[in-house]
């Protein structure tokens, strides 16, 4: 589902987000991200797409071991997406068995680089 967003007042050269995840044990996850529209099917206003160029890896949570994971997104298609204002962000679970739940983000700070 895309939501607007205004793009910053100055190109960015590099952003992240760090800070904290939470989930139940027993799952891992990968986040992608797209600075173009990363596919066309969509269910209930969702998009469920293959891997494909527009879409990249931009960071893994693996809650093997705890409920509480440190979290770093970054890459690319992220930080393009943050100067066009077209950014999506996936998600798609690697192990485990997916139930119903919340994903808590926790503490995120935002880190950029831009040109002087």
Do not use: H
Not at 26 to 32: A, D, P, R
Not at 73 to 80: A, D, H, P
């Amino acid at each position: 589902m895309k939501q607007g967003f205004e793009k910053p007042p100055v190109g960015l050269t590099r952003a992240s987000l760090e800070g904290t995840l939470t989930y139940k044990t027993g799952v891992s996850f990968t986040f992608y991200a797209a600075d173009t529209e990363p596919c066309t099917t969509q269910t209930n206003g969702l998009y469920l797409c293959d891997q494909n160029p527009a879409i990249e890896e931009i960071g893994k949570a693996n809650f093997t071991s705890s409920p509480t994971q440190p979290l770093l997104l970054s890459g690319n298609k992220l930080t393009n997406g943050i100067n066009t204002g077209d950014l999506w962000i996936g998600i798609k679970l690697e192990s485990g068995l997916f139930t119903a739940g919340t994903l808590q983000f926790r503490n995120m700070v935002a880190k950029i680089a831009v040109l002087p």
